[in-house]
């Protein structure tokens, strides 16, 4: 369990790795995580809209036990499977994106734990 401090710390680190500040507004080019907008996009031409009726199937360049990983796209959350099998897994988007952002707050708040280790 995490005490009040840290949680209150690992909550920072979610901010900083959005780029959100204490008042909600977005700074900067960190507004994305980080991730920065290829130059020429604006986004409007670029994006399938996803709908029950329209639902997106890619297959991966990644491969696991000799099979491509498969990628379907529903409107609230995704499912993986291996290609081939019938076996599949469901994720939601926001519990995805709340994990990578959790995973991303747990590093730098590491990653400055080790800093001050090394300076003293």
């Given at each position: 369990?995490?005490?009040?401090?840290?949680?209150?710390?690992?909550?920072?680190?979610?901010?900083?790795?959005?780029?959100?500040h204490q008042n909600g507004k977005e700074g900067g080019q960190?507004?994305?995580g980080g991730i920065g907008r290829p130059l020429g996009?604006?986004?409007?031409?670029?994006?399938?809209?996803?709908?029950p009726n329209n639902i997106v199937?890619?297959?991966t360049a990644v491969?696991?036990?000799g099979r491509p990983i498969v990628v379907e796209l529903h409107p609230a959350h995704l499912v993986l499977r291996l290609k081939g099998l019938r076996?599949?897994?469901?994720?939601?988007?926001?519990?995805?994106?709340w994990r990578v952002m959790?995973?991303?707050?747990e590093r730098i708040q590491s990653e400055?734990?080790?800093?001050?280790?090394?300076r003293g």
């Open positions: 369990m995490c005490s009040e401090g840290n949680e209150r710390a690992v909550e920072q680190n979610i901010r900083q790795v959005l780029g959100v960190e507004g994305r996009c604006t986004g409007q031409h670029t994006m399938t809209k996803l709908n199937v890619r297959e491969s696991e036990r076996d599949s897994h469901f994720v939601a988007y926001d519990a995805l994106l959790k995973n991303s707050a400055r734990l080790a800093r001050r280790k090394g």
